[in-house]
């Protein structure tokens, strides 16, 4: 499983998003095809934008809970004081990332920022 976690400022646009995808999967070679899920903080649960790639790209969007993501928290590369502050996790696309990936999950590399948007690729321990 290959999940693109996504954080962002409020009020994202999906382009915005979308674009944060791409260029995230373009730096590990990857196409979108590659993807299973985009996946969330729950504190981003209402950000529309986030459900809308989902929808364009024809991907679930994993919504990840508190515990999850704290728990996940460990494992990101990339470190914001202003997501650990507001999130409580130092990299909201990261650790969604690895915590919609399941037990075992990797990191394909820090997370890509493209403007209002973060994206970060996690695949799955036993696709590793």
Known sequence: ??????????????RDVL???????????LAMTALSALATASLKQDEQAIFSAGRELALPVIVVEDAALEAASSRTISRSDLSQARAGTPSVSEASALAA????AKLLGPRT???P?????????DAA
């Not at 990936?101 to 075992?104: E, M, Q, S, V, Y």
């Not at 948007?117 to 321990?125: N, R, Y």
């Open 19 to 29: 674009a944060a995808i791409e260029t995230a999967l373009e730096a590990h070679g």
């Open 117 to 125: 948007a973060t994206c970060a690729i996690a695949i799955s321990g």
């Open 101 to 104: 990936a399941g037990k075992g």
């Open 1 to 14: 499983m290959m999940v693109a976690g996504i954080g962002s400022r409020k009020n994202v646009s999906a």
């Open 113 to 115: 920022v493209l403007g």
